[in-house]
């Protein structure tokens, strides 16, 4: 079956710019196909192309290729610190194998929390895992936990060093979701990273603490304040204000066909799109969704 074999190729592609996102771009198109009526085997086509055109091919897991050593928990947390390769391959195994998932993920939830970093891959990509995880079959185990070693070494640890100063301190936050969505929807970042990000964690509120959502609520809207150098960091004004409001479902499905199959530029393009329908279905306001609409548009086009 397709989904199958776009999950197998996601657990094998590893990160070429910074961090992974097939296992996530696999999950949105998941979530898309189950949505919608009529989405199905291009989606999934369009997934596995996206995926082979912006990560790397990893052909076997390191337990096939690199020496099995038993580190002690000092040459574990110092490998995985370091980004020590193939050490971190070998540290995160016998982690798994001494504490379990659970525990692994408890202590990157925290490190999750240290840090606001630029478009917050730390939180949704982190998210992602542990969706992924009640998937897995025994013998996929070993290819996500060196995805997941590859990307908590190159996340966590004061390894993202790319930041911005922001215009606002983290006291002025309330809290709302509602309030969040506005500030993103005004500025949603790259690639519509704050929307993602946002998304992401009300889709996945059940399987986080409570403090995780708060302070993950507090970064997005920090982020939506912060002054950016990039001109890819900012909607063109001019061009997304001349995007006519829709907010019938009709309108916004084929929108996100679009969105998803018509170009092959980003892999984002797919997990924007489903970013944009978690958050349609979460909130009703005909305002919100009018602009979530348009975002779709303006995304498809740029």
């Given at each position: 079956m397709?989904?199958?074999?776009?999950?197998?190729?996601?657990?094998?592609?590893?990160?070429?710019i910074?961090q992974p996102?097939?296992?996530k771009?696999?999950?949105?198109?998941?979530?898309?196909?189950?949505?919608?009526?009529?989405?199905?085997t291009?989606?999934?086509?369009?997934c596995?192309e996206?995926?082979?055109?912006h990560?790397?091919?990893?052909f076997?897991p390191s337990?096939?290729?690199?020496?099995?050593?038993?580190f002690n928990?000092?040459r574990?947390?110092?490998?995985?610190?370091?980004?020590?390769?193939?050490?971190?391959?070998?540290?995160?195994?016998?982690?798994?194998?001494?504490v379990?998932?659970?525990?692994?993920?408890?202590f990157?939830?925290?490190?999750?929390?240290k840090?606001n970093?630029?478009l917050l891959?730390s939180?949704?990509?982190?998210?992602?895992?542990?969706?992924?995880?009640?998937?897995?079959?025994?013998?996929?185990?070993p290819?996500?936990?060196?995805?997941f070693a590859?990307?908590?070494?190159?996340?966590?640890?004061g390894?993202?060093?790319?930041?911005y100063?922001?215009?606002?301190?983290?006291t002025?936050?309330?809290?709302?979701?509602?309030?969040?969505?506005?500030?993103?929807?005004?500025?949603p970042?790259?690639?519509?990273?704050?929307?993602?990000?946002l998304a992401?964690?009300?889709?996945?509120?059940d399987?986080?603490?409570?403090k995780?959502?708060q302070?993950?609520?507090?970064f997005?809207?920090?982020?939506?304040?912060?002054?950016?150098?990039?001109?890819?960091?900012?909607?063109?004004?001019k061009?997304?204000?001349?995007?006519?409001s829709?907010?019938?479902?009709?309108s916004?499905?084929?929108?996100?066909?679009?969105?998803?199959?018509?170009?092959?530029?980003?892999?984002?393009?797919?997990?924007?799109?489903?970013?944009?329908?978690?958050?349609?279905?979460?909130?009703?306001?005909?305002?919100?969704?009018?602009e979530?609409y348009?975002?779709?548009?303006?995304?498809h086009?740029?």
């Open positions: 397709k989904p199958i074999k776009v999950l197998e190729d996601a657990l094998h592609r590893a990160a070429i910074h996102h097939s296992i771009a696999y999950l949105s198109t998941q979530y898309l196909v189950n949505r919608f009526d009529g989405f199905g291009r989606e999934w086509d369009k596995l996206l995926n082979s055109l990560e790397l091919e990893v076997k337990t096939l290729v690199v020496e099995y050593r038993d928990e000092v574990i947390e110092g490998s995985l610190k370091r980004g020590i390769f193939p050490a971190s391959y070998v540290a995160m195994r016998i982690w798994y194998e001494r379990g998932i659970e525990t692994i993920f408890e990157y939830e925290q490190q999750a929390l840090k970093d630029y891959h939180v949704s990509i982190f998210l992602a895992f542990k969706k992924i995880w009640p998937e897995l079959t025994k013998e996929q185990i290819d996500v936990l060196d995805r590859e990307f908590v070494t190159s996340t966590y640890y390894k993202n060093q790319l930041t100063p922001a215009k606002i301190t983290a002025e936050f309330e809290g709302s979701e509602e309030q969040v969505i506005e500030l993103a929807l005004e500025q970042g790259f690639w519509g990273h704050h929307l993602i990000a992401w964690v009300l889709h996945n509120e399987n986080i603490t409570h995780f959502k302070t993950a609520l507090k997005i809207y920090e982020q939506t304040q912060w002054n950016f150098t990039d001109e890819g960091d900012y909607l063109n004004r061009q997304f204000d001349e995007i006519q829709k907010t019938d479902e009709v916004f499905a084929m929108a996100i066909h679009k969105l998803v199959n018509e170009t092959s530029r980003n892999v984002h393009q797919i997990t924007l799109a489903s970013a944009l329908v978690m958050l349609w279905d979460r909130f009703i306001n005909e305002n919100i969704r009018g979530l348009k975002m779709a548009v303006y995304f086009n740029i």
